[in-house]
C-alpha cells in the first residue's frame, strides 16, 4: 500500500484523519491523524478483529467510521491473500 496522502512513500500505519475518514498513510504528515494503527500491529484477521473491538468502544467510531474502517481491512486483506499467492 501506498501513503494516500502523498502517493509517494509506502504506508506505514492506517490513519483517522477525520473522525469518519480512514487512510493509509506515512511520515509526510506528522500530528495530522487523529488515531492511528501502525501497520506492524496489522498484520492478521486476529490483529483486525481487535482493533476492530477496541475501536468500537471509541464514541467518535462511528456508522460511517467503521464502514469506512472496514473498507480498509478488506484493502488489507486483499493485499495479504496477493502476497500469500504471489510465486
Ligand atoms: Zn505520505
Redesign the pocket.
Same mark, same amino acid.
Given at each position: 500500500m501506498k %501513503?494516500e496522502? %502523498?502517493k509517494?512513500?509506502p504506508a506505514t500505519r492506517l490513519a483517522c484523519m477525520l473522525y469518519d475518514t480512514w487512510k493509509w498513510?506515512?511520515y509526510?504528515r506528522p500530528g495530522k491523524e487523529l488515531y492511528y494503527i501502525p501497520l506492524d500491529q496489522l498484520k492478521n484477521q486476529k490483529d483486525a478483529t481487535r482493533w476492530y473491538h477496541h475501536l468500537r468502544e471509541k464514541v467518535w467510531f462511528g456508522p460511517v467510521s467503521q464502514s469506512s474502517f472496514l473498507t480498509k481491512l478488506d484493502d488489507l486483506q486483499r493485499r495479504l491473500s496477493e502476497q500469500i499467492v504471489a510465486p
Open positions: %501513503c496522502l %502523498c509517494a512513500e498513510t506515512g509526510c
